[in-house]
Protein backbone atom coordinates (compact mmCIF):
# COMPACT_ATOMS: atom_id res chain seq x y z
CA UNK A 1 0.00 0.00 0.00
CA UNK A 2 1.24 3.33 -0.82
CA UNK A 3 2.10 6.03 2.23
CA UNK A 4 2.25 9.49 2.29
CA UNK A 5 4.21 12.21 4.27
CA UNK A 6 2.19 15.02 6.28
CA UNK A 7 4.75 17.05 4.14
CA UNK A 8 2.83 15.85 1.16
CA UNK A 9 -0.48 16.46 2.37
CA UNK A 10 0.36 19.72 3.26
CA UNK A 11 2.14 21.06 0.02
CA UNK A 12 -0.56 19.18 -2.67
CA UNK A 13 -3.67 19.21 -0.09
CA UNK A 14 -3.97 15.95 0.12
CA UNK A 15 -6.73 14.19 2.00
CA UNK A 16 -4.79 12.03 4.26
CA UNK A 17 -1.09 11.02 5.65
CA UNK A 18 0.68 7.93 7.00
CA UNK A 19 3.31 9.71 8.68
CA UNK A 20 5.29 13.05 9.36
CA UNK A 21 9.26 13.24 7.83
CA UNK A 22 9.49 16.45 10.94
CA UNK A 23 8.14 13.55 13.77
CA UNK A 24 11.08 11.37 12.23
CA UNK A 25 13.77 14.18 11.98
CA UNK A 26 13.61 15.26 15.13
CA UNK A 27 14.72 11.54 16.47
CA UNK A 28 17.48 11.60 14.27
CA UNK A 29 21.10 12.26 15.49
CA UNK A 30 23.34 13.97 13.05
CA UNK A 31 24.29 12.22 9.84
CA UNK A 32 21.99 9.25 10.67
CA UNK A 33 19.28 8.63 8.24
CA UNK A 34 15.98 7.06 8.60
CA UNK A 35 14.72 5.07 5.59
CA UNK A 36 10.33 5.50 4.77
CA UNK A 37 8.98 6.17 1.09
CA UNK A 38 6.78 8.72 0.45
CA UNK A 39 5.08 7.67 -2.55
CA UNK A 40 3.40 11.11 -3.22
CA UNK A 41 7.35 13.56 -2.87
CA UNK A 42 8.81 10.12 -4.35
CA UNK A 43 11.50 10.53 -1.17
CA UNK A 44 13.10 7.30 -0.44
CA UNK A 45 14.78 8.64 3.03
CA UNK A 46 15.03 11.64 5.77
CA UNK A 47 18.24 12.52 7.02
CA UNK A 48 20.09 14.83 9.63
CA UNK A 49 23.08 16.10 7.91
CA UNK A 50 25.87 17.40 9.84
CA UNK A 51 24.62 20.73 9.77
CA UNK A 52 21.06 19.77 11.32
CA UNK A 53 19.45 20.30 8.17
CA UNK A 54 16.96 17.94 7.01
CA UNK A 55 17.84 16.01 3.83
CA UNK A 56 15.50 13.88 1.63
CA UNK A 57 16.55 11.06 -0.25
CA UNK A 58 15.16 10.70 -4.29
CA UNK A 59 16.24 8.44 -6.88
CA UNK A 60 18.62 10.81 -9.75
CA UNK A 61 16.76 11.09 -12.99
CA UNK A 62 20.77 11.00 -14.79
CA UNK A 63 21.50 7.94 -12.89
CA UNK A 64 19.10 5.80 -11.75
CA UNK A 65 20.88 3.72 -9.31
CA UNK A 66 22.21 6.67 -7.26
CA UNK A 67 20.57 8.48 -4.49
CA UNK A 68 20.71 12.29 -4.52
CA UNK A 69 20.04 14.84 -1.58
CA UNK A 70 17.23 17.37 -1.11
CA UNK A 71 15.80 19.77 1.01
CA UNK A 72 12.18 19.41 1.31
CA UNK A 73 11.44 22.69 -0.73
CA UNK A 74 13.69 21.19 -3.60
CA UNK A 75 11.62 18.04 -3.59
CA UNK A 76 8.09 19.48 -3.55
CA UNK A 77 9.15 21.99 -6.80
CA UNK A 78 10.69 18.78 -8.51
CA UNK A 79 7.29 17.37 -8.00
CA UNK A 80 5.74 20.17 -9.07
CA UNK A 81 7.52 20.62 -12.18
CA UNK A 82 6.97 17.09 -12.90
CA UNK A 83 3.60 17.15 -12.77
CA UNK A 84 3.43 20.16 -14.46
CA UNK A 85 1.77 22.10 -11.35
Known sequence: MAE???QYQEAFDFDWNDFDYEEIFQKLEKNQVYPLI???????AVARSDEDQMLFA?????EPDMVIWKKL?????????HNGL
Not at 38 to 44: D, R, S, V
Not at 58 to 62: T, V
Open 4 to 6: FSK
Open 38 to 44: CEGLGTL
Open 58 to 62: IQSEE
Open 73 to 81: EDVIQLVKD
